[in-house]
């Protein structure tokens, strides 16, 4: 089992839509969790951090069960520059493991 | 404040050749590490290091790949002998106190071998 897994997509949706991301990880002892994205040919870049409660930030917001060791990203009203490859990340011990990503596009 | 930098940007070698590849982090980031793309995959995780040390280097193939981080100067990403299945995107990141939103990549080298 990979430690970090996220469907890969990809997602093609319109401008204004709702999208949402799933990804799984696989070492419970895992201490913290981020969202980058990822445009073509370009470095990740952190998008948001996720808590335990839950967090927002404008249109995106981040969700985790630690119990089912589960990780989600819900983008709204989504926007053409939104189009990237999404990376949940999982870190522990001071390394950060990276899923495959999943690539959204959105289109007009 | 400059970034992670990472050089070359893009690098050709021919097949048995070496190459390296250079990584200097952020000001005052002391904690390095490198991570590989393939064509249409995700990041893989090759090393973690500190100053003159190697933390995890579980992610890096037995043979023919190292990496260092001199007390002086970048750290570099050395593969000897390169194969086709080398060529892919190269990334680093570096962070202040190990993982945590302070991960800041670099532009990553390319590397194509022909």
Redesign the interface.
């Known amino acids: 089992r990979k430690e970090v897994e996220q469907d890969p997509g990809p997602f093609n949706v319109p401008e204004g839509a709702t999208v949402a991301f799933n990804c799984t990880y696989s070492n419970s002892a895992s201490q913290?969790f981020?969202w980058y994205r990822q445009d073509c040919?370009?470095?990740?870049?952190?998008l948001m951090?996720v808590y335990s409660s839950g967090n927002e930030d404008g249109r995106f917001t981040a969700q985790l069960n630690r119990a089912s060791q589960y990780i989600s990203l819900l983008i709204r009203d989504s926007k053409l520059s939104d189009s990237a490859t999404y990376?949940c990340v999982v870190?522990?011990?001071?390394?950060?493991?990276?899923?495959?990503?999943t690539r959204l596009t959105v289109k007009p | 404040n400059a970034g992670v930098m990472q050089n070359p940007r893009h690098l050709v070698r021919r097949r048995g050749q070496e190459a390296r590849l250079r990584c200097s982090p952020m000001k005052g980031h002391s904690h390095v590490y490198w991570y590989r793309q393939l064509p249409e995959e995700g990041l893989k995780f090759m090393v973690y290091l500190q100053k003159e040390n190697i933390i995890d280097e579980s992610g890096m193939p037995k043979e023919r790949f190292s990496a260092e981080f001199p007390k002086e100067g970048p750290s570099i990403l050395r593969i000897q002998q390169v194969v086709r299945g080398d060529s892919a995107a190269y990334f680093c990141a570096s962070s202040p106190s190990g993982g945590g939103a302070g991960y800041t990549f670099g532009s990553g080298t390319r590397l194509t071998v022909v």
């Open positions: 913290s981020f040919r370009k470095e990740p870049k952190l951090s990376l870190s522990n011990n001071n390394d950060m493991r990276f899923g495959a990503g």
